[in-house]
């Protein structure tokens, strides 16, 4: 057993309806010219205009790029970079999804110890100087990535998704606004919601948990269950969007902390080959990989389907960890998540990459974190049962 556990957390974390608010006066602690990382559907909503109203009132001027708009990759982290330095800015603000959080983390620490981010990656290199500050406001309910110290960026030569954890990572300031939430379309909510469902479930089962993380991850899981259909099917409800967004952050907290599993040791090889994002290839994974680790972990499990469960009933662990994969599964039933069929991945393509995806999956490292720990032949044989996984059904899963 380990004698000590670590808990790393941004140095301030503003969450609330309003919290956008205090974006200047952050700002203005941290420096006197902010890079603005974001993405052309925030501009257009207003939200960057509105950033950039905060940090004038503040006397903090700034400048923008807009260039991310797909999962981040080095190209979008080289573009910025360049863009930081040629404008002499102090700080980095993102604003946006996981994609953008990503891309300014990577350019966070890239300014001030130099070199290309995959260097990075496994810890070839250390990051050794403090980043420059960074500010992260996520406009999801999701990745949780305004709260970690982990950036997943795409490798473009070789379409591998680079995991890269280290402390420098971690955002300086995290603002958790609600209202930033409101804009995201059905198919974002459902998406990011899962992903954020997938961080909880993950960190609590987890070899690497410890108490604090599973105090996190308990209250994430009861945030997300409780509110994710009323966040899906009223995008308006502003409490339902306020506890997703809470449970999101808290999700991020747990999962930095106690690393992420299988689910995510798959699902960044699709999203690198396939382009399809990061939310909806968790959601596409995560029932038919709680089946498969069921066997190892069907205490912690059953905390999860008790969540779920509504009945007053004394149920054994073994009812409620069924339980717990049951209502997943419907859960992705009902937000209309689709599976790699469905989603339009080619099957004789996806066929042909399982060797590689599987080989991709266990050098991240993340699959050695999971309860049950896969051979690459078992990591194979789940993608195949995922490519046209029904929702709907009641496949066993060995």
């Not at 952050?249 to 699709?270: D, E, K, Y």
């Not at 073994?318 to 998540?337: G, T």
């Amino acid at each position: 057993m380990k004698s000590f556990s670590v808990l790393r957390t941004p140095q301030t974390i503003y969450y609330g309806r309003d919290s956008f608010q205090k974006v200047g006066s952050e700002a203005f602690l941290l420096g006197k010219k902010a890079l603005i990382i974001s993405d052309k559907i925030m501009d257009h909503l207003g939200y960057v205009s509105e950033l950039r109203q905060f940090l004038q009132e503040a006397r903090v001027t700034s400048v923008v790029y807009l260039g991310v708009d797909s999962e981040p990759t080095d190209q979008y982290v080289e573009e910025a970079l360049n863009l930081l330095k040629n404008e002499s800015c102090e700080l980095v603000i993102t604003l946006g999804g996981g994609s953008c959080i990503d891309t300014a983390k990577a350019v966070a620490v890239l300014a001030t110890n130099g070199g290309y981010i995959g260097d990075y990656m496994g810890g070839k290199t250390i990051a050794k100087n403090p980043p420059i500050p960074l500010i992260a406001i996520p406009t999801t309910a999701g990745t949780g990535s305004e709260a970690t110290d982990v950036t997943v960026i795409t490798n473009t030569k070789n379409d591998v998704k680079m995991m890269i954890k280290q402390p420098a990572f971690m955002p300086t300031v995290a603002i958790v606004d609600p209202i930033l939430t409101q804009s995201s379309p059905k198919s974002v909510t459902a998406a990011t919601g899962v992903d954020a469902l997938s961080h909880a479930v993950e960190a609590y089962l987890s070899k690497k948990s410890h108490p604090m993380t599973d105090t996190l991850a308990l209250s994430a899981m009861q945030l997300l269950v409780e509110n994710i259909r009323d966040a899906y099917e009223n995008g308006d409800n502003l409490d339902a969007r306020e506890a997703m967004a809470l449970g999101s952050l808290q999700a991020g907290m747990a999962f930095t902390n106690a690393s992420v599993c299988l689910v995510h040791g798959m699902s960044r090889p699709i999203g690198a080959l396939f382009h399809v994002p990061h939310g909806v290839s968790n959601a596409m994974l995560l029932p038919a990989v709680l089946e498969f680790s069921k066997v190892e972990c069907i205490d912690r499990l059953a905390d999860l389907g008790r969540i779920f469960s509504q009945s007053k009933q004394v149920l054994s662990n073994e009812e409620a960890a069924e339980i717990a994969v049951a209502e997943v599964r419907k859960l992705c039933l009902d937000l209309n998540i689709p599976n790699l069929k469905d989603w339009g991945v080619n099957q004789e393509q996806f066929e042909s990459a399982i060797n590689k995806m599987a080989i991709d999956a266990l050098n991240s490292g993340s699959p050695g974190n999971s309860p049950r720990v896969p051979t690459q032949q078992e990591i194979e044989e789940l993608y195949k049962v995922c490519y046209n996984y029904q929702f709907s059904g009641s496949e066993v899963i060995n």
